[in-house]
């Protein structure tokens, strides 16, 4: 079974999000911008959501975690709970 691990940053708009991208790929460090911007209680953790499985998280999630390129920021991906920038860290097939 395929396995990935990912963190996250969880904002409540688009342009917040594309705000903390560029900050981001201008060298801002990920973890830190989860723990100062995140929503989730995972951005005490630096946005880390630990190893999980296809299915366990939202769909949107999933279709960015288990095709996308490691080590590299997503997003925005658009979720019921708001929008999200995501850092795949690992994955196994």
Not at 35 to 49: A, F, I, M, Q, V
């Amino acid at each position: 079974m395929s396995k990935a691990t990912a963190r996250h940053i969880l904002v409540n708009t688009e342009e917040e999000c594309e705000s903390l991208k560029q900050k981001i790929e201008d060298g801002t460090d990920f973890g830190e911008a989860a723990k100062e911007h995140s929503t989730c209680p995972s951005g005490r953790n630096g946005g880390d959501l630990g190893e999980f499985g296809p299915g366990q998280m939202v769909k949107e999630f999933d279709e960015v975690v288990f095709s996308g390129e490691l080590n590299t920021v997503h997003g925005p991906v658009k979720t019921q709970f708001g929008y999200h920038l995501l850092e795949i860290t690992s994955r196994e097939d």
